[in-house]
T-cell receptor, first 113, second 112 residues
Framework: GNSVTQMEGPVTLSEEAFLTINCTYTATGYPSLFWYVQYPGEGLQLLLKATKADDKGSNKGFEATYRKETTSFHLEKGSVQVSDSAVYFCALSRIQGAQKLVFGQGTRLTINP | SQTIHQWPATLVQPVGSPLSLECTVEGTSNPNLYWYRQAAGRGLQLLFYSVGIGQISSEVPQNLSASRPQDRQFILSSKKLLLSDSGFYLC???????????FGPGTRLTVT
């Protein structure tokens, strides 16, 4: 079946550090891949997406590349800020059957000044 | 542009009381609509989704139900709340298959 596995958190970094949050997936066919961010007490916001292999999604300094050969979609940012503290969710879209997203368990990121 | 609204923002209800949460979407037509629950510190659990008026699919058997009386309105209900129904309820919409979903601000439900 379709599934998403994210690196376990929580992750704590200092401001201006390099960030990587790992995401790997299992899916039939060629799903689209997404990263969402959830700030405390809020809903999820779409951060970036990639719809086919080798696509790179980017937004607000974050990047992720759709790697079909390693079934991965790791989130990276070169220099994090305190305001990046949030929970990050990796997700894939099912392309068969019901029209749903499959989410990872989320990774809590805390950035210290 | 499209916007999604949820209300109420917070709700405290006693065990055994009824529940009605509402979600509406503006600026689009015939969206797919979704209800999720997020327990404290946990991931997202898909509860219901709908691809059209009156069409509801349930993901998890429970004492909750959903209805879609209008194209852009999605309602989550319960006749008798349980303590385990506490959580953060999120509504989302999508323009269709294999597309991203856009989430509302959520409703924090506490059952006491």
């Amino acid at each position: 079946g379709n599934s998403v596995t994210q690196m376990e958190g929580p992750v704590t970094l200092s401001e201006e550090a390099f960030l990587t949050i790992n995401c790997t997936y299992t899916a039939t066919g060629y799903p689209s891949l997404f990263w969402y961010v959830q700030y405390p007490g809020e809903g999820l916001q779409l951060l970036l997406k990639a719809t086919k292999a080798d696509d790179k999604g980017s937004n607000k300094g974050f990047e992720a590349t759709y790697r079909k050969e390693t079934t991965s979609f790791h989130l990276e940012k070169g220099s994090v800020q305190v305001s990046d503290s949030a929970v990050y969710f990796c997700a894939l879209s099912r392309i068969q059957g019901a029209q749903k997203l499959v989410f990872g368990q989320g990774t809590r990121l805390t950035i210290n000044p | 542009s499209q916007t999604i609204h949820q209300w109420p923002a917070t709700l405290v209800q006693p065990v055994g009381s009824p529940l009605s949460l509402e979600c509406t979407v503006e600026g689009t037509s015939n969206p797919n609509l979704y209800w999720y629950r997020q327990a404290a510190g946990r991931g997202l659990q898909l509860l219901f989704y709908s691809v059209g008026i009156g069409q509801i699919s349930s993901e998890v058997p429970q004492n909750l139900s959903a209805s879609r009386p209008q194209d852009r309105q999605f309602i989550l209900s319960s006749k008798k709340l349980l303590l385990s129904d506490s959580g953060f309820y999120l509504c989302a919409w999508s323009p269709g298959s294999n597309y991203e979903q856009y989430f509302g601000p959520g409703t924090r439900l506490t059952v006491t």
